[in-house]
């Protein structure tokens, strides 16, 4: 549902006898993160949204908002051009030398044998980006055996800043699923995004959040599935 289509969702969910309405994060959101409204669908911004809610309420129905909880979009102000450093991690390992900007080999002390090597799908540690200071790197390859490091990378993935970076720098690999990097639920990001949503319903008057994919938090550990 959208500004320009409110009118019709209305009318089909009223004659289907439905009772709620859901918006679609892709619609209502410009990005998963920092959940700013989407102008596209709606040009009127939060005003717009708050108004379409207004039609649903005067048709006797409900309505609410769709988002993937905790998930945080790689093209999101969260994550680029300056990633968020409370982003959540799930492995590390120091830089063995210093790099230029244009390295695309980036050498470890430690084997990065805890990292990712392969495609996972679902629940399985997965992702192939880093972050040093604030670049994001994305690594195509590593190598187990001294010397160890991360191979091919594509460096200032994701619309980051390329940048030297020297010896000591911790390598830390970005927690991700469904290519979506994850919020740290041990820091204040996570009061930050519940604010934004609190603030979207709040503001509108909606009736209710559908948090999808909470279980990809089992990432961070059993507590926050």
């Not at 596209?40 to 039609?55: C, F, S, T």
């Not at 309420?57 to 450093?85: E, S």
């Not at 980036?106 to 084997?111: D, K, L, M, R």
């Amino acid at each position: 549902m959208t500004e320009q289509n409110a009118d019709e969702v209305i009318r089909i969910a009223k004659e289907l006898n439905f009772g709620y309405i859901l918006i679609f994060v892709g619609y209502w959101s410009k990005s998963k993160g920092s959940y700013e409204i989407d102008t596209r669908h709606y040009p009127n911004g939060m005003q717009g949204l708050k108004e379409v809610a207004e039609k649903v309420h005067a048709a006797g129905l409900k309505v609410g908002i769709h988002c993937l909880n905790g998930f945080i979009y790689k093209r999101d102000p969260l994550a680029t051009p300056i990633p968020d450093r409370r982003m959540a991690t799930d492995g590390q390992v120091t830089l063995a030398a210093d790099i230029t900007a244009n390295d695309n080999f980036i050498p470890t002390v430690e084997s990065p044998s805890d990292f990712p090597s392969d495609i996972a799908y679902g629940l399985e540690r997965q992702g192939f980006d880093v972050r040093i200071d604030d670049e994001i790197i994305s690594y195509r390859d590593l190598t187990t055996e001294t010397p160890y490091g991360l191979l091919r990378c594509v460096r200032g993935a994701h619309r980051t800043r390329k940048a030297p970076h020297k010896k000591g720098a911790t390598v830390w690999h970005l927690t991700q699923r469904n290519n979506h990097y994850l919020v740290d639920c041990d820091t204040d990001l996570a009061h930050q995004v519940a604010a934004r949503y609190a603030e979207v319903i709040n503001t509108c008057k909606l009736d209710m959040i559908y948090f999808d994919g909470g279980f990809s938090n089992r990432a961070l550990g059993e507590e926050y599935q």
